[in-house]
């Protein structure tokens, strides 16, 4: 019960939310979002950064790095030599030797392509990389993708941007169960805070998202209700739900009652 803490490649986080930096209307929107969001770990992609001239107004600029952890991804890459070559640039620009890793195999709907994901994943791991990589809800690979070296296992909830919450419950709980060696942290397809305590009410080490809360009505406000629903979320996760019955059961047991 006293775990409160996201532990990743022997470093602990305090905040179970991961948010990502893109889609906001302006870079002071997405830092005020990031404040009421409470999270540590904030993703940048690596293709949004201009490493090649720092005089420049940057994404960077916003984000306090002794304050928040950044995450480097590969979002939108196509191939196994794409996603690792944007790896190596954000370590090379002094980001991150983490990664969170995309390696996207269908356009229409974002899914991973898991046999390039499983190839980049041992390419980065024995070049010293911490590899998050972003898959789909399968054991066999999640399983797979640890072999090879992955730090934590990242499916999704639902496609890249839907919002439309957690399609894959049985998928999720079963790979709750079955993974202890590394986090399971649930990755896109969030919409909405009770999105988020669900995934994490199923067992989630952590939930990562960005369009939810950049494309609220109002990213500040969502932002400070994801921080809420991951956190509450959390602890009904280890206060234990009670088993779901069909029929009643009373709140004031008969037993002991004076009957008249």
């Known amino acids: 019960m006293s775990d409160h803490k996201l532990k990743i490649a022997g470093r602990e986080f305090s905040s179970r939310l991961l948010v990502g930096t ?3 209307q302006s870079f002071r929107q997405m830092a005020e ?8 770990v904030v993703t940048v992609a690596v293709r949004r950064v201009n490493v090649t001239d720092r005089n420049k107004e940057s ?3 916003w984000i306090d790095t002794k304050k928040y952890f ?5 979002a939108g890459c196509y191939s196994v030599d794409e996603a690792v070559r944007v790896a190596r640039l954000g370590r090379e620009a002094g980001l991150s030797e983490w990664v969170k890793l995309e390696v996207i195999g269908e356009e229409k709907t974002l899914f991973p392509d898991n046999i390039g994901l ?3 994943t041992e390419i980065l791991a024995r070049e010293g990389f911490v590899v998050l990589p972003y898959t789909n809800d399968d054991i066999v690979m999640a399983r797979r993708l640890i072999n ?3 730090a934590a296992v990242m499916p999704l909830g639902a496609p890249i941007g839907s919002g439309m919450g957690i399609q894959n419950v049985a998928n999720i709980k079963i790979l709750r169960e079955m993974i202890t060696e590394v986090p399971l942290i649930v990755d896109a397809g969030v919409g909405t805070a009770s999105d988020a305590a669900i995934a994490m009410e199923l067992g989630a080490d952590g939930v990562l998202m960005n369009t939810g809360i950049a494309l609220a009505q109002d990213p500040i406000v969502m932002a400070e209700a994801m921080n809420y629903a991951t956190r509450a979320g959390r602890l009904a996760y280890l206060a234990g739900r009670i088993p779901k019955k069909l029929y009643a059961t009373a709140s004031s047991p008969l037993e002991g009652v004076v009957r008249s």
């Open 118 to 120: 499983l190839e980049a």
């Open 70 to 74: 950044v995450l480097p991804n590969t």
């Open 22 to 24: 893109g889609k906001y």
């Open 59 to 61: 994404l960077l600029d």
């Open 148 to 150: 090879a070296g992955a």
């Open 33 to 40: 979002a990031l404040e009421k969001s409470g999270a540590e």
